[in-house]
């Protein structure tokens, strides 16, 4: 079974106070879901269209643990917390193996 990955790109952050109450929850709830944060922060360099803000990575072992946790109670909270703090997209992608 392939691995998934949470992508998510911050576009902005408009209450980072918020932005550290949604981590607060969030963490624990990604990582009780089986999430490994691979990347957590602001970019060094960026190219094209790249937005130099927050980048998170997240890896999953598979694609509907990704989803259930996304889903779960535990990180639909911290999206509550989070509110409108934030500009983002996430993406939720599958491993090639």
């Known amino acids: 079974m392939a691995k998934a990955y949470w992508v998510v790109q911050y576009r902005e952050i408009r209450r980072p106070e918020a932005l550290v109450e949604y981590a607060k929850i969030a963490g624990p709830a990604v990582q009780a879901g089986g999430g490994r944060f691979l990347v957590r922060g602001s970019p060094s360099v960026v190219y ?3 937005v130099k803000e927050r980048t998170v990575v997240v890896e999953f072992p ?3 643990a990704a ?3 996304h889903d779960g109670p535990g990180y639909q909270e911290a999206l509550r917390v989070l509110g409108d703090a ?3 997209d996430m993406r939720l992608v599958e491993g090639l193996s």
Do not use: K
Request: aromatic share 0%; hydrophobic share 50%.
């Open 86 to 88: 934030v500009v983002r």
């Open 62 to 64: 598979s694609l509907e």
């Open 48 to 50: 094209e269209a790249g």
């Open 67 to 69: 989803i259930a946790t």
